[in-house]
């Protein structure tokens, strides 16, 4: 069964600071990969996802992530955030047998101070 | 254009009940998904529709149901309602079957309390 590993439950930064959050998953097969943001009172929002090519792909707001296959890890980075990224951060994977099923990370909550 | 629309936004039901949700997709999109976030649990796929056919179910028990009708409009339903199914019920919607592919959208969702 695929899986998703979110190592940081909650992170804490100051404004201008970089992030990196990690994301690891596991799962036998050809994987589709996302980031999507949960702003608090907010819905899920998609920030960036992969599928094939180039393995760092860029979203909104400034973030991207690299995808190294051989670590089956999905990083999400931005090189300097603001207060406004305070939210809430998942990972997820789907893959060709699990059809269109979203599997999701434990979340990483970003609290980021002015 | 409007998002996906879920209703009621809060609900709360007594153990034993049965309730009944409901989610509109974006116009012309055909696929929508369920998912249940917990504290414990996060982020769990329940089921998919597409084209009025259910396509995908997760690991939930039969109590939980769901149905798609002909204007891609969907409604999940939870049976015999325990504490355990007191949750944050999201719907999501994608413009082609595979939405997992090309992203979904979610909506705000409803929170289902059970007492």
């Known amino acids: 069964a695929q899986s998703v590993s979110q190592h940081n439950h909650h992170v804490i930064l100051s404004e201008a600071a970089s992030l990196e959050l990690g994301c690891n998953y596991s799962y036998g097969g050809t994987v589709n990969l996302f980031w999507y943001v949960q702003y608090p009172g907010q819905h899920l929002q998609l920030l960036l996802k992969?599928?094939?090519?180039?393995?760092l792909v860029k979203g909104i707001k400034g973030f991207e992530a690299e995808f190294i296959k051989s670590k089956f890890s999905f990083n999400l980075r931005k090189p300097s955030v603001q207060w406004s990224d305070t939210a809430e951060y998942f990972c997820?994977?789907?893959?060709?047998?699990?059809?269109?099923?979203?599997?999701f990370g434990e979340g990483t909550q970003l609290t980021v101070n002015p | 254009k409007a998002g996906v629309t879920q209703t009621p936004r809060y609900l709360i039901k007594t153990r034993g009940q049965q309730v009944t949700l409901s989610c509109s997709p974006i116009?012309?999109?055909?696929?929508v998904s369920w998912y249940q976030q917990t504290p414990g649990q996060g982020l769990q796929f329940l089921f998919e529709?597409?084209?009025?056919?259910?396509?995908n179910k997760g690991n939930f028990p039969g109590r939980f149901s769901g149905r798609q009708f002909s204007n891609s409009r969907s409604e999940m339903n939870v049976s015999t309602l325990e504490l355990g199914d007191s949750a944050l019920y999201l719907c999501?919607?994608?413009?082609?079957?595979?939405?997992?592919?090309?992203?979904?959208?979610f909506g705000s969702g409803t929170r289902l309390t059970v007492v």
């Open positions: 999501a919607s994608s413009l082609v079957g595979q939405g997992a592919y090309y992203g979904y959208t």
């Open positions: 997820a994977v789907s893959g060709l047998t699990s059809g269109s099923r979203l599997t």
């Open positions: 992969y599928f094939s090519g180039d393995p």
């Open positions: 116009s012309g999109h055909r696929s």
């Open positions: 529709y597409f084209s009025e056919t259910q396509r």
